[in-house]
C-alpha cells in the first residue's frame, strides 16, 4: 500500500461540509463522529471522494508498477524455491491493484479512467518502485523493509473511514505480513551466509534504507530547511481516511527495524542514529527530501523504464481485454435468449 501523504485535490475545502448545511451532510459528520463506515451509496463531500479516488488509484497503481523490481528476478532467482515464493508473491501484488481498483470504481470511476490516467503520466506511484533491483539480494531488502514499511502504513487503513477501502485492506494486510517474513528470511539466509553474502545483502541495506523511510511522506507537522511538508494530513485524517501521521508510522518503522538489522548483523546506514533511553525511541539523520522530490517528480533512476514497460504491457494486453468483452457479450446474449 504503498501511500504517500496524498494530497487533497487544489480547490477543495480544508474541512468537510458539516452538520447545518443539508440533512445528507449532517448525517456524514455524524457518521464521522461515531467512527463508522462511509459506503459506496452513501452521500460525501466532493473533496472526500476526490481523495479516496486518488489515494486508492495510487495505491493501486504502486501494486501494479512494484511488479516489474522483482518480477525481473524470476527466471534469476537461485533456487526453485525461491522461484516459487517470489512468483507467489508478484502474483499477489496483482491481486491486490485488482482489490483496489475495484474499490475506487465505487466511488464512480472507471479501472479505465485510473489506468489511463497512470499511462498518461497524470497519476503517481509510489516512489519506492523507481529504485533499481541490482542484486538478488535486493530481493530480500524489499520485502523486509519496503514491504515492512507498507504494512506500517496499511494497517491502519484497515479502520479508514470508507468501507470498501478497509475491508480490501484486510487482506492486503494479511499478505504483506507473509511479504515480509519472507523478505526477513532471505536476507537471514545471505547474513548467514559466505562473507560475500553478507556483504551482499548489507549493500541492498544500505541502498534501500533511506527510500523506504522516504515511502511514508513528508512530515506533518514541521517542515525541513528545504520546505518539505505534508500539506494536507489533518484533514484525511479528520476524515477518518488516515488515522496516524506519517511522523509517527516512520518513527514506528525505525524502532522496529533497527533491532532486526542488529539481529541480522547489518549496520544501519544512519551516522546519527542512536537510542534515546528518555523518549524511547531511535533518533535518526535527516532525509534527504531533494532526492525525494526529484523520484516523485519523474526523475529517479527507473521512472521512465517503468512507465515504459508499463505500457507496453497494457499495449500487449489489448488483445486478452477484447477477447474477455467478446465473451462477456457473447455469454450475456446466451443468458437472454435462454430466460
Known amino acids: 500500500m504503498y501511500t504517500q501523504g496524498l494530497d487533497i485535490p487544489k480547490g477543495e475545502t480544508s474541512i468537510p461540509l458539516g452538520s ?3 440533512p445528507e451532510a449532517a448525517r456524514f459528520d455524524a457518521i464521522m463522529a461515531a467512527d463508522e463506515k462511509i459506503e459506496p451509496k452513501d452521500w460525501m463531500p466532493e473533496g472526500y471522494r476526490k481523495t479516496l479516488i486518488r489515494q486508492i488509484s495510487q495505491h493501486a ?11 525481473n528476478w524470476i527466471t534469476r532467482a537461485p ?4 522461484k516459487a515464493i517470489l512468483m507467489a508473491k508478484v502474483q499477489d501484488e496483482a491481486g491486490h491493484g485488482l482489490y483496489l481498483y475495484s474499490a475506487a470504481e465505487t466511488l464512480g470511476v472507471s479501472r479505465d479512467e485510473l489506468v489511463e490516467q497512470l499511462l498518461n503520466g497524470s497519476a503517481k506511484y509510489s516512489s ?6 541490482l542484486t538478488w539480494a535486493d530481493i530480500g531488502a524489499i520485502g523486509w523493509l519496503v514491504d515492512g514499511a507498507a504494512i506500517m502504513n496499511q494497517i491502519p487503513l484497515c479502520r479508514c473511514s470508507y468501507g470498501p477501502y478497509a475491508r480490501a485492506m484486510i487482506r492486503i494486510c494479511k499478505e504483506e505480513s507473509f511479504h515480509q517474513r519472507q523478505g526477513y528470511e532471505l536476507m537471514l539466509s545471505l547474513a548467514r551466509g559466505t562473507p560475500e553474502q553478507k556483504a551482499m545483502a548489507q549493500d541492498a541495506l544500505n541502498r534501500w534504507w533511506w527510500p523506504s523511510l522516504m515511502m511514508f511522506g513528508p512530515h506533518d507537522t514541521k517542515t525541513d530547511a528545504d520546505g518539505m511538508k505534508s500539506q494536507h494530513s489533518e484533514q484525511s485524517m479528520r476524515w477518518r481516511i488516515k488515522r496516524v501521521s506519517n511522523d509517527e508510522l516512520r518513527q514506528k518503522f525505525v524502532d522496529v527495524t533497527v533491532p532486526q538489522a542488529e539481529y541480522l548483523g547489518l549496520t544501519v546506514p544512519d551516522p546519527d542514529l542512536k537510542w534515546n533511553a528518555e523518549t524511547g525511541h531511535y533518533e535518526f539523520g535527516p532525509i534527504d527530501w531533494e532526492e525525494f522530490k526529484n523520484v516523485v517528480a519523474g526523475n529517479g533512476p527507473c521512472n521512465a523504464k517503468r512507465m515504459k514497460q508499463r505500457r507496453a504491457a497494457h499495449e500487449n494486453g489489448a488483445w486478452v481485454r477484447k477477447a474477455a468483452l467478446a ?4 455469454r450475456a446474449k446466451r443468458q437472454a435468449a435462454a430466460a
Not at 533456487?79 to 525461491?82: D, K, P, T, V, Y
Not at 519506492?128 to 533491483?133: L, V
Not at 465473451?327 to 457473447?330: L, R
Open 327 to 330: 465473451y462477456a457479450e457473447k
Open 128 to 133: 519506492i518502485f523507481n529504485y533499481p533491483t
Open 61 to 71: 497503481h504502486s501494486e501494479v508498477i512494484g511488479m516489474q523490481p522483482e518480477g
Open 20 to 22: 447545518g448545511e443539508s
Open 79 to 82: 533456487s526453485l524455491r525461491r
